[in-house]
């Protein structure tokens, strides 16, 4: 049996990169294991040029597409670096850039915050520029570390390029922020890839809807997902997401009660912190903001459970 990484996967077939770099077109024997890219696989070759998929080796992290108004899915597999892409314009959405950060501290993914579109600031609005750059020094306290870029005059990309290099990273942030500018800075042939899964896929379109994993020429592989790029936070339990906020962890274990959900019990070591000013008021806020999100989503997810009849485990 051969092993190989998972470029691209399309519904029970997958673009298959062996070690040596040859890549064949595999089928998924059936219908319960899913490889998607971004896995490590093992597979059989068949005949020239496509294989069969036998089985998907363990998961360092997953991404999923988490809508509350569709199926939960997959998306990526094996990602060690969240690049989070924001820039001067549009206007940063603190509360958006933290719910990024917990997704990436829950998955076990390493948040790096990309300020794209640096080249802004020569001669514009100073303090919008100091604003970004508080949050951003923010951000580098909190331990996640931040970079300047811009796609346009080239500034801080080979600082980009060396944080990639042996890493499998994915692009995310909202829109207008420049990531597929981004992209295109950073994967070399960007189009003529893209021309090639699109044959692989028998779709024939020469552009790619689908989570695609590129190689970049230093080692290591950027992923670019347009499913991940603007995801949902997945319904869960209160004392989860506290652990999503990092500054918070240390803090948790101090307060009185185990199951502590930071907004109302008595001796809160959260809380405490932040009304003696330790933590950042803004990132409690945000905190707050998801809880509710969390508890309408939550809601959501139980009566989609009590109408099924069945547990989510059973489903
Ligand atoms: P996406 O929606 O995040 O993929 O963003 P795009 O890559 O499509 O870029 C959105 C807009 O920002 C486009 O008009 C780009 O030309 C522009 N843009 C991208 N990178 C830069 C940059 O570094 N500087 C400036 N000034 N504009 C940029
Ligand atoms: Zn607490």
Not at 114 to 124: F, Q, R, S, T
Not at 155 to 162: M, P, S
Not at 186 to 214: C, W
């Amino acid at each position: 049996m051969r092993e190989g990484r998972v470029i691209v996967n399309f519904s029970r077939h997958a673009l298959v990169e062996d070690d040596a770099g040859a890549r064949l077109d595999c089928q998924v024997r059936g219908r319960r294991l899913q490889a998607v890219c971004g896995d490590r696989v093992r597979f059989t070759v068949q005949g020239s040029g496509y294989g069969l998929i036998e089985e998907v080796l363990p998961r360092r992290s997953v991404l999923s597409r988490h809508d509350p108004h569709k199926s939960q899915a997959p998306l990526a597999a094996n990602v060690d670096r969240m690049c989070i892409v924001v820039a001067p314009v549009p206007t940063p959405e603190p509360f958006l850039i933290d719910k990024y950060t917990v997704a990436a501290a829950l998955l076990g993914i390493e948040p790096l915050i990309v300020m794209n579109k640096v080249d802004l600031g020569d001669g514009a609005d100073t303090a919008l520029a100091e604003a970004l750059a508080e949050l951003l020094a923010d951000y580098a306290e909190l331990g996640i570390p931040t970079l300047a870029v811009s796609t346009i005059d080239g500034r801080g990309l080979d600082g980009f390029r060396a944080e990639l290099v042996g890493r499998t990273s994915i692009v995310v942030g909202p829109s207008g922020v420049g990531k597929s500018s981004l992209v295109k800075r950073l994967v070399p042939d960007l189009d003529l890839r893209i021309g090639e899964i699109s044959r692989a896929s028998g779709e024939g379109k020469h552009t790619t809807t689908r989570t695609t994993l590129f190689d970049l020429p230093g080692g290591g592989a950027l992923l670019d997902s347009p499913g991940v790029r603007d995801f949902y936070l997945w319904p869960m339990a209160l004392r989860d997401l506290g652990s999503g906020f990092v500054e918070f962890r240390a803090l948790a274990a101090r307060c009185k009660f185990g199951d502590c959900s930071h907004r109302v019990e008595p001796a809160c070591a959260v809380r405490a912190a932040v009304e003696a000013g330790e933590l950042l008021t803004r990132r409690y806020e945000s905190y707050l903001g998801l809880t509710r999100i969390m508890e309408k989503q939550y809601g959501w997810e139980e009566e989609k459970r009590k109408k099924c009849g069945r547990s989510k485990d059973e489903r």
